[in-house]
């Protein structure tokens, strides 16, 4: 990237458009990847569980996945085999090659239960119906992603099964650009909104279709290649959307216009949401990592930090570590983590003989 094209992205008005994590209204939404689960940990992937944490955290959307048992039940599962992210009810390890599709809905139900940490939240799968209906309950905005090998058949029940419970258009679906040209143009659906994903895919091909929402992948695309396509979609008006986990696709993210951020990670922006339990006041940075990790361990929440600085260092939060990228001129960047079963952890090490704190925000919430 060029150094004046880096210096305008650095000179975006980071207080515009939800980027401050204050009270302000955030602008952009979150989706949370297969529930919040932080990858099946805090709850199993589509659990009940995953979207009522979800909701509770904050987040407005939320995204799923589709495949489908032997008797052609629709379940709320990712993978095509079972491995993954269920277990035997009794803790056993499910053989590699176990296929969804091999099963019927009711041996999947009742034999099989979805990993988590906790046994509480260790629960049974739910159909496709059963989750957009807690989706719905719960206020979540919902993307459905069928797998890019759906039967023909699977199609007009997925979207009989949206409709009934959130209205015709009041859905996404989502991802698999081929799910796309088959409700587009083989179905002839236009009132439905998709997603389609732009390294599976042409530009010119996804905007063709009309009603959609444009994902630019920041894992997929370098930096420049990143931010001229989503600039592109953003002046032909498309709504646009990325995935984060980590700091610097983030951080890419905070920089660019993006509606929809997509995470298994992330914590969704502060709009008030919990129980703030601590917020930072000064600029010590060591006596903030000491002040956190006082406030002890959370089963569940977030933390939130917001630091502009000059120089170079290595950040710790929430079990992460990133660098700080070297600068001289000021430069503004936040990251937001969500935390379960840990105490929210901060620190700034190895900073650069010209490392300097001109501001720091530092917030733990529990949800």
Known sequence: MSKNRLLTLLLLPWIAAGCT?????AVRHFIAHRGATMRCTLAGENSREAVRLAARAGFDCIETDVRWTSDSVLVAVHDATLARTFTYNDG??????????????????????LKAARPEYRTRVLTLEEFCTECRDCGLRTFIEPKKVTPEWVYPQLIAIADRVFGRG????????????RIRLEMGIRDIPLMGILYQSTYEHIASLGNTIMAVSAAR?????YFAHVSRAKADGFETESHADDFEHFDWINHADIDYVSTDLLAPDYTGQGETIYRSRGRDAAKIAAESAASGKMEFGAIYLDL??????????????????ETESPRRARHQLLVFDAIPAFGIASPSEDFR???????????
Request: aromatic share 10%.
């Open 357 to 367: 704190i001109k501001r720091i925000s530092l917030r733990i919430v529990r949800f």
């Open 221 to 225: 695309f370098g930096e420049e290649a």
């Open 308 to 325: 502009e600085w000059c120089g170079s260092a290595t950040v710790t939060l929430a079990g992460q570590t990133f660098t700080l990228p």
């Open 92 to 113: 056993r390890p499910v053989p590699k090659e176990t296929a969804v599709s091999d099963v019927s809905y009711a041996e999947l139900r009742d034999s099989f239960l």
């Open 21 to 25: 994590g204050t009270e302000e209204d």
């Open 170 to 181: 009041n859905y996404v679906v989502t991802s698999n650009n081929d799910a796309n040209d």
